[in-house]
């Protein structure tokens, strides 16, 4: 205002210039984004953000170019050469544009935040340029701040800000500056200071700064942000923390307030704090807020400050809320407290400023559905099968995670990949912030609604090229789920087709197991699928397989035996010839070398098709257990993979508990020990209540319980023993565990 500048020049990337008179609009309200976005040559994609609030010196330089009728423009680097500034390959997705990385972390700094006691960059920063600043003459406050900034650019020497881009955005930024003034004769910068005293040195030097020869084209768009987004405690590396706290100064401040504003915005947010704990139960009287307000401003006198600022509100409440040392109580009083000095404002833009469809589409659904906009989580409980509106959202929410932008995450419900309704009612927490809407506009690419971007992402995994049989089945579920009817007849037909080059038995086996699963619960979500031939031809295979497959190690032998047990069930469909899987599992167990979890498996399946009786399954048990040291180790697997399939053997026949005993009695304590980590495995498939049923099988084919334990256990010892089983067991039946 004292300036009157004829041109305002701000650093921010030059071709976003075209979005400047949407992001002065009157109709938006902070915070707001520039979202940024370039794919290179090798379809790599970047992308970064220029968050503002109402109080980013850039945001009030616009506003107040755009009110005045003054030219205004962005006049560093375009985005399309930035993006590969300054960032490693861990940084180039969702950066901050803005990045005080070299000022914070400059020595000059960390010596002055130990020369004005301030524990950090941020306390510093409040100290000089806030708090004390906010009384100083605009010459002085220019002075300190010139001086801050060039000091902090002497620690590093010029190859580092070279290759960091410094250099290469400073040439351009001059560049632009020098034009502005032989066009306009006051001219307004506005850049980061770390880069200031290098541009009036550019500016006035006889050399002439190159620009680059050419700029590929970037993506931007506007959108909204939060308060959560913009503070530098949760990730926005130029940002200031606790936004909302220097909202409420920034709002207080006039000319006649300017030695009260950050007193009561302390006393505003002590307020707002001592609300919020005393909703969750924590109880703060008004007395210990008046003590926290005095111990505040207290501090701000010993410290050489103006008024209290956030630290000295933070260590007021510190100090007269936490009376003992830190706890989980006093550990979610200042939890409590950062979150209210963040604030869950979000903000929104003009509905002039250029928004990709599928964002529109997006905001457009979440609104007819009544969810909520903002970063807090919110949950949602959905009941597919009885109401149609909440399918129709579930229907939505599975088609953003499909599209991986991030909204929302099913906490429980069907998990249809992996097989299991055993939870039918969904329950999901969602929250929407600047990340969700910067990847929907990741993906626009792929449509201008939901419904399209999903339908051409299918589209292009079915397209990827050759894929097995469990690809296409699995991405069948999912179209299935989402209710993209459209694609099932497709999808069945390159199932069948991949039949043929799909030798993977896995593949095939999963295929199977899911196209069996869509036809069982087609009917929960409304849908039809004729799969039963293709499920014939994928079983076949898979059966043929069989007999060959061999396990690398003991996790692949227990993945085997669990695809071994699927397909059995695909071959007790009424519609399925299981006498073609009976076939392949005797071939199994006739081979020598086959791994022992799934040889278990095998002959625990032949006992329950009623082709191997208890006496063979005794005999292949007592291959293991009279065999080699390594075969003899092996024989815990063996029982595990056929207690997987077969757990009943044990209780339907007394012959296989005695045999198997009598089998265990005769190892020498070397071979047992060696045996007895995998038995015990073997023995977790049974319940409690079974184990207790074994127990006592066990003890009556070998006599009475208290003569077998005499010889072993002191009598008083077995007495003590035998009254805390009987109260152990009690309790226990008595809550129906027993």
Known sequence: AEYQPDAILIEGPADTNHLLAHIADEANRAPICIYYAYTNEEQERTSCYFPMLDYSPELAALRHGFANGIHTAFIDLPYSILADKGLDDDEKLNASYNNDYFMARSRYIEALCKKQNCRNYAELWESMFELNGIGMSTEEFVRNMLAFCYFSRLDYPEDVLKDEGCL?????????IRKAMQNHKKVLVITGGFHTGALLKLIYSKDKPAKPASMPVSESYLIPYSYEESDSLMGYASGMPYPAFYQRVHSNITDSTLDTAFDEAVMHYLILTGQALRAKGINISISEETAAFVQGRGLADLRGKRQAGVYELLDG???????????????????????????????SVTDKADIVPLLKDFWATVKHYGLKTGTVKQELALDILSNTRHRQMSIFLRRLEFLGVGFAEMVTGPDYRAQDTSRVRERWLYAHNAKVNARIIDVSYLGGSVQEATSNLINKQQDAGSQSCAAYATLLVDVIVMDLPSFVAPLLEQVRTAITEDGAFDSLVQAAS???????IAWMLNSKLDSLDILTLIYAKAASMLPYITAKDENDDKQLAKLTKSLYQVAMLDIIDGSIFDEALLELVSKDNVSPYLYGTACGLLYSRELLTVEAVLQHTNAYLAGTGDMVIKAGLFLGGLF???????FHHDDFVSGLSNMLQSLDQEAFMGMLPDLRLAFSTFTPSSINRIAEMVSQSLG???TITYDVVPEPLLQQGIALDSFIADKLSARGLL
């Open 704 to 706: 009475d319980v208290a």
């Open 514 to 520: 899911k196209l069996m699963f869509i036809e069982q």
């Open 168 to 176: 290469e955005r400073e040439a351009y930024m001059a560049v632009e």
């Open 644 to 650: 997987y399939t077969a757990w009943d053997i044990i």
């Open 317 to 347: 409440i510190t100090s007269a809320y936490i009376k003992s040392e830190l706890n989980v109580v006093s550990s979610e009083l200042m939890r409590t407290c950062k979150t209210v000095l963040r604030g869950t404002q979000t903000g």
